[in-house]
């Protein structure tokens, strides 16, 4: 049986315990002891000849694959160097986890108009989507309409670190989006999700979600995201590709490296765990 360490950071695990649990449970049915793991359970550190190693519970380690469901790229590079594969790789937590990474690395690809500040940012006078480049799930996304709401946004934001920020023309399908599901490079399914009251349309910040059968104009932007993604050595094993939606057509918003799983579950049969570990199986 091979070792797949599902890797966490501590407060990420105790919030997808049950999530845990189903992949332990599923990884039975294809040989595979996952292992829920956390950062703090770890030393990564080099050996005097130049060598990367981990250390869990005093003894050195080296699982035969990591299910990574975390967001620190260079955590990944260093278990890739010890030699073990990691399923998103690092290129890819890198690319996706600072969301100006991903819209210049997706160059060319139609997109949202998006500014990446580098200094005191002043109001554009004109409505944007104003958001945290490191922020995920939703959390910390805001319209803003005015200089005064835009004060108050930079503020909160600077108060959590100094977070780095983007802001983006606002679309004109403002709070409905198209998650597309990844899985080894192929699209597997699409869900709309739809804000409750504003922008924000993420299904555990109470959007509404429904599954969608993807055009062609949605396929071809989705597969050209995943083709980019391919091309640079990092392919998409199970990913998230998020459109937004303009009267030219769908643009892209972001790609989800750790990618949730319950609105799929909710509005599908497709069993995304169990696809996951039978492809993992497959490659390790």
Not at 11 to 34: P, S, T
Not at 155 to 164: F, T, V
Not at 175 to 194: K, Q
């Amino acid at each position: 049986m091979k070792t797949c360490w599902l890797l966490y950071e501590t407060k990420d695990l105790a919030v997808n315990r049950d999530y845990a649990a189903m992949m332990q449970q599923y990884g039975l049915r294809y040989n595979l002891a996952v292992e829920p793991v956390t950062l703090d359970e770890l030393t990564l550190g080099m050996t005097e000849t130049g060598e990367p190693f981990a250390i869990r519970d005093g003894r050195p380690a080296r699982p035969d694959a990591v299910l990574s469901r975390m967001r620190l790229d260079w955590v990944s590079e260093h278990l890739e160097r010890m030699g073990v594969p990691v399923f998103n790789n690092s290129k890819v937590c890198r690319i996706c986890n600072d969301k100006r990474r991903t819209h210049l690395f997706l160059q060319g690809l139609p997109m949202a108009e998006t500014v990446f500040p580098t200094g005191t940012a002043a109001f554009p006078g004109t409505p944007r989507v104003l958001k945290p480049s490191d922020g995920h799930g939703g959390k910390g996304v805001q319209l803003i309409s005015d200089a005064d709401s835009w004060q108050t946004a930079l503020a909160d934001l600077q108060g959590q670190g100094n977070r780095p920020i983007l802001h983006q023309a606002v679309v004109d399908a403002p709070g409905r989006d198209l998650r597309v599901y990844v899985l080894f490079g192929r699209i597997l399914a699409g869900v709309m999700r739809t804000a409750k009251e504003g922008i924000i349309s993420n299904f555990k910040l109470g959007g509404s979600v429904g599954l969608h059968t993807l055009t062609k104009a949605e396929q071809e932007l989705a597969q050209a995201v995943i083709d980019r993604f391919h091309a640079a050595g990092a392919p998409l094993h199970m990913a998230g590709v998020d459109l937004l939606y303009t009267d030219r057509g769908p643009v892209i918003s972001e790609v989800e490296d750790v990618v949730g799983s319950r609105m799929l579950y909710k509005v599908s049969d497709i069993d995304l765990a169990d696809r996951y570990l039978a492809g993992i199986a497959e490659r390790i």
